[in-house]
């Protein structure tokens, strides 16, 4: 559905049907590749590669790779409350 000027209507931004997941462990598994994805962007562009990126560039992805690792961390957690293989 869209929006006035045929643009996406705001609940509809950011969603996406490609990955739904069904438990914990599929989130988990989502997660560390989101985490293994910036730790090879931090040893890539970071504050120790031959040309690293600007300081709020880093700042940035290094706050988000804390947040996916929390979020891992968590969904293993409610994984295995609910016994499933994380």
Not at 11 to 23: L, R
Not at 67 to 86: M, N, P, S
Request: hydrophobic share 30%; with cysteine.
């Amino acid at each position: 559905m869209t929006g006035p000027n045929a643009s996406p209507r705001n609940s509809e931004i950011g969603t996406t049907n490609d990955q739904e997941f069904t438990s914990y462990a599929e989130m988990a598994a989502e997660a560390d590749k989101y985490v293994h994805e910036l730790e090879t962007w931090m040893k890539d562009h970071g504050p120790s590669s031959k040309r690293p990126w600007p300081d709020h560039n880093i700042a940035n992805k290094r706050r988000r790779l804390a947040w996916a690792e929390k979020i891992a961390e968590l969904c293993r957690r409610a994984a295995q409350r609910q016994g499933e293989a994380a």
